[in-house]
């Protein structure tokens, strides 16, 4: 499928598919949205000096990248699969302007090796950020209660709804410790549903800038 970089509105840069008329990540700003739905309304709320976290969707790593340097803020020791079937190329990479918008150009070396480092294997990347890279497809996960977090950033539910669907959202209670906790930007009914029908306990709050609201599902 056809992949273009383009800017999002708090000058961060992000993937834009035009056939799905799909991006990676909110329009109204990638940075913002990850910042508020994933590090904020999930990473924030572990207060802990070890964490494993799932992603759904590791893309362009900004998530990951973003995890990494709050979790050397925090001193947090990080354990990060990033499930992606379908890898953004290196020379795509390279025209993301995440390590400048994130002032971390010290660690820009870092962002690469999330990057160029082998898939399907626990690399190091820092003393305290372990990345897993998984190759596979997410119905093909079938992990047990070995996850804290897991951060749900497939494609919307207008272009893949079969991503948000109770086969899926099994998979991730199952991949969940107890007391583990699923956040997503999503907030369709149809979506909480799913959720509470495999057994989550689902709160709505307020969305990043633009979306009215987002969901987090406690195991
Ligand atoms: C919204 S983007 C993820 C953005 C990413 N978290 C980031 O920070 O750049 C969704 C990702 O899911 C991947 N994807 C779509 N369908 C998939 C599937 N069935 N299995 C695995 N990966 C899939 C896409 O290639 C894309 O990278």
Known sequence: MKREIVQTSDGSTTIYLPEWEENYHSKHGAIQEAKHVFIKNGFSQFKVEELSILEIGFGTGLNAFITFLEAKINAV???????????????????????????ATDFEQEFEKMHTCEWNSNVKISETFYLNKRKQFFNEINDAE??????????????????????????????????????????????????????????????????????????
């Open 146 to 219: 070995a996850f804290d977090l897991i951060y749900f950033d497939a494609f919307g539910y207008r272009v893949q709804p079969e991503l948000w669907s109770t086969e899926i959202f099994q998979k991730m209670y199952n991949a969940l410790k107890l007391g583990g906790v699923l956040v997503t930007y999503a907030a369709r009914g149809v979506v909480k549903r799913s959720m509470i029908e495999v057994g989550f306990s689902v709160e709505k709050l307020a969305g990043p800038p633009g979306k009215r609201e987002m969901f987090r599902a406690s195991k």
């Open 77 to 103: 020791k990080i354990h990060y699969t990033g499930v992606e079937a379908y890898p953004v190329e290196f020379n795509e990479i390279e025209q993301m302007n995440y390590v400048v918008e994130l002032q």
